[in-house]
């Protein structure tokens, strides 16, 4: 079910994860109050052609453009627009993707605008919290579900620790990548530990929970894209692109330093 990748192809991969983080870097500068969500699109799209890269976004499926921006109720696939303008106290979730020699990286994070409320912080935090539980657990010998079963715990841990139960998405989630963005298998972010494929260096996964700050059930809006929560509450979304090795997981769309 998970593709077997060289070293070699894993370096690719890497490649095209530093194009993912080196955008986000710069969508995450631009990002403030005034700015639209199709300028941030538009600096992405031009830093990932700069890079000598593709858009792993832009027309897949129709999709019109090279990021999601999925801003506050949103959760994922929010269609950036003219007329989307970010205001002090919004979240926007960015979700980025790169092709590079063949090869996909695929990344997300949520970016406070200006002065947010200290439970959409909170809410931001746990779910990146929940995604490195998450990667953690992309380790040789573990089977599929042990990646969903941190990253569950994680977010209820949270939810305890900020006396606010957050809400689990369980439509989507996280995916095998490669040549292809999205490849089998698809990876939930809820699960008892212990099912699934066995995990082997070389195979990579996008880890990518998100969470609301209300219930986790969702809409599609008739844009056919954006996903919004049912209930009107905030979201939140984080994730990177993990490959297995046998020293551990190796982050392929951290930053450089990282």
Not at 66 to 71: E, F, L, M, P, R
Not at 94 to 109: K, P
Not at 151 to 160: P, S
Request: hydrophobic share 45%; charged share 20%.
């Amino acid at each position: 079910m998970i593709e077997v990748k060289t070293r070699g192809e894993l370096q690719a991969m890497r490649a095209a994860g530093l194009v993912v983080a080196a955008t986000l870097a710069a969508v995450r500068e631009r990002a403030r109050a005034g700015v639209s969500t199709a300028e941030l699109d538009e600096l992405a799209e031009q830093t990932i052609r700069d890079a000598g890269a593709v858009p792993s976004f832009k027309g897949y499926h129709g999709f019109p453009a090279s990021i999601c921006a999925s801003v506050n109720e949103q959760i994922v696939h929010g269609i950036p627009a003219k007329e989307q303008v970010l205001a002090e106290g919004d979240l926007i979730s960015v979700d980025c993707g790169a092709i590079l020699d063949g090869w996909h990286g695929d990344s997300a994070v949520t970016l406070a605008i200006g002065e947010v409320s200290e439970k959409d912080l909170a809410l931001s935090a746990a779910t990146e919290a929940a995604m490195w539980a998450g990667i953690e657990a992309v380790r040789a010998g573990n089977r599929l579900t042990d990646i969903s079963y941190a990253v569950q715990t994680a977010a209820e841990k949270a939810g305890r620790d900020d006396g606010h139960a957050y809400g689990m998405i369980l439509e989507y989630g996280g995916h095998g990548i490669g040549r292809q963005m999205h490849m089998e298998p698809f990876l939930p972010n809820v699960g008892k530990p212990g099912k699934g494929p066995r995990l082997k260096p070389g195979m990579a996964l996008a880890v990518e929970p998100m969470l609301t700050g209300g219930e986790g059930e969702t809409l599609e809006l008739d844009d056919g894209w954006t996903v919004v929560t049912a209930d009107g509450s905030r979201a939140a979304h984080w994730e990177h692109t993990v490959a297995i090795t046998e020293d551990g997981p190796w982050v392929l769309t951290a930053p450089e330093e990282a």
